[in-house]
């Protein structure tokens, strides 16, 4: 698989259960954030990743990234909140709520456009 290189970095990020309410939750508030709940040893995890990225570009960092690895801490708490029950399981967070959700890779058209239909975003035409 070919490695994607990243536009807009400072836009994915890290989160454990300590920092999620600031850096999830608060922060949505500024722009909308994709929570990706991921494994390491999880294939499909390993899929998505990339396009993840890609869509986090299109967007040109308008769009978080919130990096959840399930096997770090008490990131299982945080599973048992949103009701995670396969990985990955991508959430959008915007205005402080959870829009959507979906399980499972997916491209990143698929992508953009669970953005596109879950958020107030304008620049969202393939």
Known sequence: MAKYTIQYPEAIFDVNLDCWEEKVIQASHQRPIIADFWAEWCLPCQAIAPNLYQAIDYYKGTVGLAKVEMDEGENMKLAGKFAVRGF????????????????????????????????????ADL
């Open 88 to 123: 990955p399981s991508i959430l959008l967070f915007q205005y402080g709520e959870l829009k959507s959700r979906f399980c499972g890779a997916a491209t990143y058209r698929h992508i953009v456009n669970f953005v596109k239909d879950n958020t107030d975003l304008e620049n």
